[in-house]
């Protein structure tokens, strides 16, 4: 696990539990629910295992991920169960935003169907907004609110995948232009120019 970035961006909070397994500092606010929802991935490379792969596995994820998100936006916290199918619908949320999340191209809003939010009372008294229904729902339309939040806060555009076709991990990019493609360039950036300088002295050998 590299600690690299946790220890470039000391004070921002590594307490989400998929994105602390690889030292990934979090994305500001509710918004680090949908980037430790990517997180949950497997990374094969680093040893870490798929955390959405049993029912067991994704309801640890989920209540610690959604307790979390209560704490940082100041939501009413709520119980999350999850089945077997509701892991599966977690499963296929997170490859719509992962085939979304890119490190080039225009911010894209996924299309997620099947999730609705409500009304409520936050702690303070203020009207606002939480997510509906049960299980994987729960989940699902806290990821949807954040996601229109950030867009709204011109954040979304910032969530981004290692460009490494290898590496797994959701970082936010909190450099100035936006530009960051690596989670990490002093690992997967090197690796990359690596590979990259060897295949140019192959194609310039005689």
């Given at each position: 696990m ?5 220890s470039?961006?000391p004070?921002f ?5 998929a994105?602390?397994?690889f030292?990934i500092?979090a994305a ?6 949908v980037q430790?929802l ?12 798929d955390?959405?792969?049993t029912?067991a596995?994704?309801?640890?994820w989920?209540a610690?991920a959604?307790?979390?998100w ?6 009413r916290?709520?119980r ?11 499963r296929?949320?997170?490859?719509q ?8 191209g225009?911010?894209?809003?996924p299309a997620l169907s099947g999730l609705t939010?409500?009304?409520g ?10 997510p509906?229904?049960s299980?994987?729902?729960l989940v699902g339309g ?6 229109h939040?950030?867009?709204?806060l011109d954040?979304w555009?910032?969530l ?6 290898a590496c797994p ?11 960051r493609v690596?989670?990490?360039?002093k690992v ?6 690596l ?6 002295r192959?194609r310039?050998a005689p």
């Amino acid at each position: 696990m590299t600690g690299a970035i946790s220890s470039e961006l000391p004070g921002f909070s590594l307490a989400w539990p998929a994105g602390e397994r690889f030292g990934i500092a979090a994305a500001p606010g509710g918004l680090a629910l949908v980037q430790d929802l990517l997180n949950t991935r497997p990374s094969p490379a680093k040893g870490f295992v798929d955390l959405l792969s049993t029912v067991a596995s994704a309801q640890r994820w989920a209540a610690a991920a959604m307790a979390e998100w209560a704490e940082a936006g100041g939501h009413r916290r709520r119980r999350v169960r999850l089945r077997t199918a509701d892991v599966g619908e977690l499963r296929q949320l997170r490859e719509q935003l992962a085939a979304v999340v890119r490190t080039d191209g225009e911010p894209v809003l996924p299309a997620l169907s099947g999730l609705t939010v409500a009304a409520g009372t936050a702690p303070d008294g203020r009207l606002d907004l939480e997510p509906a229904g049960s299980g994987w729902q729960l989940v699902g339309g806290a990821v949807l609110l954040e996601i229109h939040r950030a867009d709204g806060l011109d954040e979304w555009r910032r969530l981004k995948t290692c460009r490494s076709s290898a590496c797994p991990i959701a970082f936010y990019d909190r450099s100035r232009n936006n530009s960051r493609v690596w989670h990490d360039v002093k690992v997967c950036g090197n690796i990359a120019n690596l590979r990259a300088s060897r295949a140019r002295r192959r194609r310039s050998a005689p």
